[in-house]
Protein backbone atom coordinates (compact mmCIF):
# COMPACT_ATOMS: atom_id res chain seq x y z
CA UNK A 1 0.00 0.00 0.00
CA UNK A 2 1.21 2.99 -0.84
CA UNK A 3 0.15 7.11 -1.44
CA UNK A 4 0.12 8.43 -4.51
CA UNK A 5 0.44 12.10 -5.63
CA UNK A 6 -0.68 13.36 -8.86
CA UNK A 7 -0.33 16.98 -9.99
CA UNK A 8 -3.90 17.71 -10.90
CA UNK A 9 -4.16 21.23 -11.13
CA UNK A 10 -1.39 23.86 -11.01
CA UNK A 11 0.36 23.68 -7.47
CA UNK A 12 -2.57 21.69 -6.76
CA UNK A 13 -1.71 17.97 -5.55
CA UNK A 14 -3.98 14.67 -4.89
CA UNK A 15 -2.67 12.54 -2.58
CA UNK A 16 -4.46 9.14 -3.02
CA UNK A 17 -4.34 6.09 -0.85
CA UNK A 18 -6.18 2.78 -2.47
CA UNK A 19 -7.42 0.78 0.68
CA UNK A 20 -8.12 -2.70 -1.11
CA UNK A 21 -9.80 -3.78 2.41
CA UNK A 22 -12.73 -1.56 2.23
CA UNK A 23 -12.45 -0.83 -2.09
CA UNK A 24 -11.78 2.69 -0.99
CA UNK A 25 -9.93 5.49 -1.91
CA UNK A 26 -8.79 7.80 0.70
CA UNK A 27 -7.47 11.61 -1.14
CA UNK A 28 -5.97 14.37 0.26
CA UNK A 29 -5.19 18.04 -1.36
CA UNK A 30 -1.88 20.02 -0.55
CA UNK A 31 -1.62 23.13 -2.03
CA UNK A 32 1.64 24.62 -2.45
CA UNK A 33 1.32 28.29 -2.23
CA UNK A 34 3.52 30.65 0.21
CA UNK A 35 1.37 29.27 3.35
CA UNK A 36 0.86 25.47 2.38
CA UNK A 37 -2.41 23.97 2.71
CA UNK A 38 -3.85 20.09 3.30
CA UNK A 39 -7.50 19.29 2.85
CA UNK A 40 -8.29 16.11 4.31
CA UNK A 41 -5.71 14.96 7.03
CA UNK A 42 -6.61 11.15 7.04
CA UNK A 43 -7.53 8.78 9.50
CA UNK A 44 -4.70 8.45 12.01
CA UNK A 45 -3.67 4.98 10.15
CA UNK A 46 -2.29 6.24 7.13
CA UNK A 47 -0.20 9.27 8.37
CA UNK A 48 2.51 7.60 7.86
CA UNK A 49 1.88 7.23 4.18
CA UNK A 50 0.73 10.34 3.58
CA UNK A 51 2.79 12.52 5.18
CA UNK A 52 5.67 10.87 3.58
CA UNK A 53 4.06 11.76 0.25
CA UNK A 54 3.60 15.34 1.52
CA UNK A 55 7.44 15.08 2.21
CA UNK A 56 8.03 14.79 -1.65
CA UNK A 57 6.83 17.95 -2.48
CA UNK A 58 7.33 20.41 0.87
CA UNK A 59 8.88 19.65 4.28
CA UNK A 60 6.04 19.19 6.59
CA UNK A 61 7.33 22.27 8.76
CA UNK A 62 6.48 24.56 5.94
CA UNK A 63 2.37 23.77 6.30
CA UNK A 64 0.56 26.33 7.48
CA UNK A 65 -3.21 25.58 7.21
CA UNK A 66 -4.70 21.72 8.08
CA UNK A 67 -8.50 21.97 6.24
CA UNK A 68 -11.19 19.08 5.91
CA UNK A 69 -14.89 19.28 4.94
CA UNK A 70 -16.44 17.66 8.33
CA UNK A 71 -15.11 16.23 11.76
CA UNK A 72 -14.95 12.05 10.56
CA UNK A 73 -12.49 9.84 11.09
CA UNK A 74 -11.37 9.71 7.64
CA UNK A 75 -11.27 13.56 6.85
CA UNK A 76 -9.36 14.43 10.31
CA UNK A 77 -9.05 11.82 12.52
CA UNK A 78 -4.50 12.77 12.42
CA UNK A 79 -5.33 16.21 12.92
CA UNK A 80 -3.09 16.23 16.05
CA UNK A 81 -0.64 14.57 14.21
CA UNK A 82 -0.55 17.34 11.88
CA UNK A 83 -0.50 19.49 14.32
CA UNK A 84 2.67 17.58 15.92
CA UNK A 85 4.92 17.35 12.54
CA UNK A 86 4.17 20.69 11.56
CA UNK A 87 4.63 23.50 14.31
CA UNK A 88 3.49 26.64 12.98
CA UNK A 89 0.49 25.26 11.33
CA UNK A 90 -3.02 25.73 12.27
CA UNK A 91 -6.44 24.12 11.83
CA UNK A 92 -9.23 26.20 9.54
CA UNK A 93 -12.46 24.70 9.79
CA UNK A 94 -16.45 26.38 9.81
CA UNK A 95 -16.73 27.84 12.44
CA UNK A 96 -20.05 25.78 13.82
CA UNK A 97 -17.61 23.36 13.56
CA UNK A 98 -15.06 24.74 15.75
CA UNK A 99 -17.35 25.69 18.31
CA UNK A 100 -19.05 21.79 18.41
CA UNK A 101 -16.38 20.08 17.92
CA UNK A 102 -12.69 21.38 16.97
CA UNK A 103 -12.24 23.62 19.87
CA UNK A 104 -12.22 20.66 22.11
CA UNK A 105 -10.33 18.12 19.97
CA UNK A 106 -7.47 20.16 18.42
CA UNK A 107 -4.56 20.35 20.06
CA UNK A 108 -3.98 23.77 19.17
CA UNK A 109 -6.83 26.69 18.97
CA UNK A 110 -8.37 26.52 15.28
CA UNK A 111 -9.30 29.59 13.23
CA UNK A 112 -13.34 29.57 12.24
CA UNK A 113 -14.37 30.20 9.08
CA UNK A 114 -17.16 31.91 8.17
CA UNK A 115 -19.64 31.05 4.80
CA UNK A 116 -17.55 32.57 1.82
CA UNK A 117 -15.11 33.77 3.81
CA UNK A 118 -11.41 33.26 2.38
CA UNK A 119 -8.13 32.49 3.09
CA UNK A 120 -5.54 34.10 1.19
CA UNK A 121 -2.24 31.58 0.98
CA UNK A 122 0.33 33.76 -1.24
CA UNK A 123 -0.63 32.93 -4.74
CA UNK A 124 -3.70 30.89 -4.58
CA UNK A 125 -7.06 31.29 -2.51
CA UNK A 126 -9.51 29.09 -0.60
CA UNK A 127 -13.21 30.32 -0.20
CA UNK A 128 -15.04 27.86 2.45
CA UNK A 129 -18.56 27.32 1.07
CA UNK A 130 -21.07 26.29 4.39
CA UNK A 131 -22.87 23.00 2.95
CA UNK A 132 -24.33 21.82 6.56
CA UNK A 133 -25.73 18.39 5.93
CA UNK A 134 -24.45 18.04 2.57
CA UNK A 135 -23.46 15.69 1.89
CA UNK A 136 -23.65 14.68 6.18
CA UNK A 137 -22.76 16.37 8.83
CA UNK A 138 -23.98 19.38 10.51
CA UNK A 139 -20.50 21.05 10.11
CA UNK A 140 -20.39 20.36 6.35
CA UNK A 141 -18.46 22.35 3.95
CA UNK A 142 -16.72 22.97 0.90
CA UNK A 143 -13.60 24.70 -0.39
CA UNK A 144 -12.91 26.43 -3.89
CA UNK A 145 -9.60 27.17 -4.87
CA UNK A 146 -10.02 30.28 -6.64
CA UNK A 147 -6.65 30.30 -8.55
CA UNK A 148 -7.47 27.08 -10.57
CA UNK A 149 -11.22 26.83 -10.01
CA UNK A 150 -10.93 23.38 -8.41
CA UNK A 151 -13.56 22.11 -6.02
CA UNK A 152 -12.40 20.02 -2.93
CA UNK A 153 -15.78 18.24 -2.70
CA UNK A 154 -14.70 16.30 0.14
CA UNK A 155 -17.49 12.90 0.09
CA UNK A 156 -19.57 14.25 -2.44
CA UNK A 157 -19.79 11.69 -5.61
CA UNK A 158 -18.06 8.81 -3.08
CA UNK A 159 -17.55 6.04 -5.09
CA UNK A 160 -16.77 2.51 -4.45
CA UNK A 161 -12.91 0.96 -5.81
CA UNK A 162 -9.76 2.62 -7.34
CA UNK A 163 -9.79 5.19 -9.96
CA UNK A 164 -6.96 7.14 -11.97
CA UNK A 165 -6.05 10.20 -11.10
CA UNK A 166 -8.32 12.12 -13.54
CA UNK A 167 -11.31 11.25 -15.47
CA UNK A 168 -13.89 12.74 -17.72
CA UNK A 169 -15.69 10.10 -17.60
CA UNK A 170 -18.98 9.72 -15.72
CA UNK A 171 -19.11 10.27 -12.10
CA UNK A 172 -22.33 10.58 -11.46
CA UNK A 173 -23.57 7.07 -11.70
CA UNK A 174 -21.26 5.33 -9.34
CA UNK A 175 -21.46 7.75 -6.93
CA UNK A 176 -25.29 7.05 -7.34
CA UNK A 177 -24.50 3.61 -7.17
CA UNK A 178 -22.75 3.64 -3.72
CA UNK A 179 -25.06 6.14 -2.49
CA UNK A 180 -27.90 2.99 -2.99
CA UNK A 181 -25.72 0.36 -1.31
CA UNK A 182 -24.90 2.75 2.11
CA UNK A 183 -27.14 5.66 2.19
CA UNK A 184 -24.51 7.88 3.44
CA UNK A 185 -26.29 11.46 2.42
CA UNK A 186 -28.31 13.70 4.03
CA UNK A 187 -31.60 13.64 1.88
CA UNK A 188 -33.28 17.08 2.96
CA UNK A 189 -34.84 20.26 0.61
CA UNK A 190 -31.50 21.85 1.07
CA UNK A 191 -29.82 18.53 -0.31
CA UNK A 192 -30.69 19.96 -4.23
CA UNK A 193 -30.43 23.89 -3.87
CA UNK A 194 -27.19 23.15 -2.33
CA UNK A 195 -25.28 21.09 -5.47
CA UNK A 196 -26.83 23.24 -7.52
CA UNK A 197 -25.32 26.38 -5.59
CA UNK A 198 -22.39 25.04 -5.78
CA UNK A 199 -22.66 24.07 -9.42
CA UNK A 200 -23.13 27.67 -9.71
CA UNK A 201 -19.54 28.56 -8.52
CA UNK A 202 -18.28 26.61 -12.47
CA UNK A 203 -15.80 25.26 -10.89
CA UNK A 204 -13.38 23.44 -13.54
CA UNK A 205 -12.07 20.54 -11.54
CA UNK A 206 -13.95 18.80 -9.10
CA UNK A 207 -11.28 17.13 -6.33
CA UNK A 208 -13.17 13.85 -4.70
CA UNK A 209 -12.38 12.38 -1.79
CA UNK A 210 -13.59 9.30 -2.11
CA UNK A 211 -12.55 9.03 -6.13
CA UNK A 212 -10.94 10.39 -9.51
CA UNK A 213 -10.75 14.06 -9.68
CA UNK A 214 -13.44 15.27 -12.29
CA UNK A 215 -12.29 17.44 -15.16
CA UNK A 216 -15.66 17.15 -17.20
CA UNK A 217 -18.46 19.22 -17.11
CA UNK A 218 -18.49 20.10 -13.43
CA UNK A 219 -21.12 21.98 -13.33
CA UNK A 220 -23.48 19.26 -14.96
CA UNK A 221 -22.40 16.75 -13.04
CA UNK A 222 -23.47 18.71 -9.50
CA UNK A 223 -26.47 19.65 -10.98
CA UNK A 224 -27.14 15.98 -12.20
CA UNK A 225 -26.55 14.49 -8.37
CA UNK A 226 -28.76 17.56 -7.45
CA UNK A 227 -31.34 16.16 -9.33
CA UNK A 228 -31.03 12.25 -8.82
CA UNK A 229 -31.12 12.81 -4.62
CA UNK A 230 -33.78 15.36 -5.45
CA UNK A 231 -35.88 12.27 -6.96
CA UNK A 232 -35.07 9.82 -3.89
CA UNK A 233 -35.99 12.51 -1.63
CA UNK A 234 -39.58 12.66 -3.29
CA UNK A 235 -39.46 8.73 -3.67
CA UNK A 236 -38.82 8.73 0.25
CA UNK A 237 -41.20 11.06 1.25
CA UNK A 238 -44.22 9.32 -0.67
CA UNK A 239 -43.36 6.17 0.79
CA UNK A 240 -42.45 7.13 4.81
CA UNK A 241 -46.21 9.34 4.03
CA UNK A 242 -47.99 6.12 2.92
CA UNK A 243 -47.38 4.06 5.96
CA UNK A 244 -49.28 3.54 8.32
CA UNK A 245 -47.94 3.17 11.93
Known amino acids: MET ?6 PRLYRLSTYISG ?9 IDAEEPALFHLGPRALFPLVSAAVRKILPLERLRWLTFGHVEADECGAMNSWLAAAPHSQVAHGAMGCLVSVNDLADRPPRPLQDGEVMDLGGMRLRRVETPHVPHGWDAGLFLEEATGTLLCGDLFTAMGDAPALTT ?3 VGPALSTEDGGHATCLTPATGPTMRALAALRPRTLGLMHGPSY ?3 CARALQDLAAAYDERLDADLSRLRGTRL
Open 4 to 9: QVTEIA
Open 169 to 171: QDI
Open 215 to 217: TGD
Open 22 to 30: ANLLYNQFL
